[in-house]
């Protein structure tokens, strides 16, 4: 799991940014767009798994660089941590067409096609990624790109994984022993 996170934070270089939306410690705005099936989508759904929230546009180089990653994390982690890629700013078929291309992507796709959610979370760069507690609490913010803290992301996810108790993870993740 750590080797998963160090490839993570290698391709994936962010800073803390802590201006506007959800601070530290509040409770994350709970919806996170539709999914692919256009049904509402919302942290609740996943309450007990550390959630990896992540905002993207097509047209953003470094987050067509980041989902592939991010998809790989979800991929290593199961089901104690849940990655969810929020697509704003794209046009419909620009969204149909990168959704043709991460078909086989298995983090959570959603679509925020008028900027509501992005909004809410005061998303006003590409990519920007929140990681979200277990109990639906700002753990930690991240936007824009920068080497000096790779070890902060690293951190952030791996504490909370090790803060996370078997008693709290979901029934399928506690059984398999999944926990970092």
């Not at 994936?12 to 994350?28: C, D, K, M, N, Y």
């Not at 905002?55 to 982690?77: I, M, N, T």
């Not at 990681?131 to 609490?137: A, L, N, P």
Request: hydrophobic share 40%.
């Amino acid at each position: 799991m750590r080797r998963i996170l160090l490839v993570f934070a290698l391709l994936f270089l962010t800073h803390v940014a802590h201006a506007g939306g959800p601070t530290i410690g509040e409770v994350a705005p709970v919806a996170v767009g539709k999914g692919r099936d256009g049904k509402p989508l919302t942290l609740d759904q996943y309450r007990g798994r550390i959630v990896v929230l992540t905002f993207w546009a097509s047209w953003c180089g470094y987050c067509l660089k980041e989902l592939p990653v991010l998809d790989s994390l979800q991929r290593h982690a199961g089901q104690v941590l849940q990655v969810i890629a929020v697509n704003v700013q794209d046009t419909p078929d620009d969204y149909r067409v990168m959704m043709r291309q991460m078909k086989h992507y298995t983090l959570v796709q959603s679509r925020d096609s008028d900027g509501g959610i992005a909004k809410t979370y005061d998303v006003n760069s590409y990519p920007n990624l929140w990681i979200i507690d277990r109990e639906g609490r700002v753990a930690a913010h991240y936007k824009g790109y920068d080497e000096d803290t790779l070890e902060s992301i690293i951190d952030d996810i791996n504490a909370l994984l090790r803060a996370t108790p078997a008693s709290a993870m979901p029934p399928a993740a506690a059984a398999s022993g999944e926990a970092g």
